[in-house]
């Protein structure tokens, strides 16, 4: 079925999860060589969460059965499955069939997105071009992500940057024109992944007793280079995004950015002219999440009342690939 050009797809509601445990920058710097100091200044991170005993469809589940309360919808009336991870339960199946089976879906699609930091972006456009051309009513959408998984505890260079946690939100198709998901951009260059990736455990290099001594499974990063592009590219797509939608910087209310360094975010602040202010910051208590990034904040600002209906939203991201996204909300 193809629903009609007169409908938007809004977001009903959202939620979002993080593991109790607390890892501070000084519990990090009885691990490795670093210092609370270093960990601020350089990236605004002051503590992040770890899971202990729960998987990424643990946390999964429990972010979007917030996000189901919040948007008043039953597990029974969810039409799509998406979970946009890098960490996911299994090599196979996909952590949206285990998501679903712990929520109690209906036998829906369900399917896993992989775009590192951008994937709930990602998942956003995906699920939406899906509601209108399939005609699915209501979709759930998650970032979910167990980093400490994929962590190297013994690398200063990036064990001080990532957490775990998961975000998630209900997307419903509403007869109405113009609002909810305005506009969005999504983009990718392949040519830069061993930047930031994790090198073995897929076709490429698969696991061996080689690839687990040279700690190949743990994830590898040029924190400069990653730095350098991700600014120039949430810059651009941020602005392509405002353009699609005929938007002035000067309207929107509150931007939500993927959280992983401050540096990143107040230079993007200042390539669109939109005062810090305006951004939703909470890498300070999280880390950078990944895919959980973005639904763990936008929950986060609108418990905080940091927008109303009416308002437009700026969502943007950046993540391994390279990929990166963004995404205009009207908010309804
Ligand atoms: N504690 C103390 N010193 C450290 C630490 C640490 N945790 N980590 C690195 N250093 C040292 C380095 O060894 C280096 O020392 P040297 O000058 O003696 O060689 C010095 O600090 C400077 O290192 P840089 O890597 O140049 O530091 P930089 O200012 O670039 O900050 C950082 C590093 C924080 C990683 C930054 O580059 C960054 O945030 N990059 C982006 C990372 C990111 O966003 N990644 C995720 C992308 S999203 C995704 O898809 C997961």
């Known amino acids: 079925m193809t629903v009609e050009k007169a409908s938007s797809v809004i977001i009903k509601g959202v939620g979002s999860y993080a593991p109790p445990h607390v890892l501070t920058n000084d519990d990090l710097s009885k691990i490795v060589d670093t210092s609370d100091e270093w960990i601020r200044t350089r990236t605004g991170i ?17 972010a979007a059965q917030e996000a189901m309360r919040n948007a008043g ?33 209906r036998k829906i699609p369900c399917f896993d997105l992989l775009a590192a930091c951008s994937g709930f972006l990602y998942s956003i456009d995906t699920a939406k071009a899906l ?18 998984g994929i962590t190297d505890w013994d690398d200063r260079g ?11 939100a209900v997307l419903e198709l509403i007869d109405e024109p113009g609002c909810g998901i305005i506009a969005g951009d999504m983009g990718a260059d392949g ?41 120039v590219a949430m810059g651009r797509s941020a602005k392509k995004t405002l353009e699609k939608a005929g938007i002035s910087a000067d309207e929107v209310a509150c931007v939500v950015p993927h959280q992983a360094n401050i ?39 609108m418990r905080n009342s940091r927008f109303k ?21 009207r908010w309804q």
């Open 46 to 62: 002051r503590e992040r969460r770890i899971a202990k005993d729960e998987t990424t469809s643990d946390m999964a589940t429990k």
């Open 73 to 105: 919808v039953e597990p029974s009336e969810i039409d799509l499955l998406i979970v946009a991870t890098v960490t996911g339960d299994h090599p196979f199946p996909s952590t949206s069939c285990v998501t679903q089976h712990k929520l109690g879906l």
């Open 131 to 148: 509601m209108l051309s399939g005609g699915y009513k209501k979709a759930l959408i998650i970032g979910a992500e167990k980093l400490s």
């Open 158 to 168: 990036t064990c001080v940057l990532f957490g775990d946690g998961a975000g998630a």
């Open 191 to 231: 040519s830069e992944r061993e930047i930031l990736f994790v090198p073995a455990g897929g076709s490429e290099r698969p696991a061996s007793e080689k690839t687990i001594a040279d700690r190949e499974h743990f994830i590898k990063m040029q924190g400069n280079q990653v730095f350098k592009n991700a600014v």
């Open 263 to 301: 540096r990143i975010i107040e230079a993007i602040s200042n390539r669109l002219g939109i005062g810090i202010e305006r951004f939703k910051i909470n890498l300070d208590r999280f880390g950078n999440t990944s895919a959980a990034s973005i639904p763990i904040a936008l929950d986060e600002a």
């Open 309 to 329: 209906s009416g308002d437009y939203i700026l969502l943007v991201a950046f993540g391994a690939g390279l990929t990166w996204a963004s995404t205009l909300i």
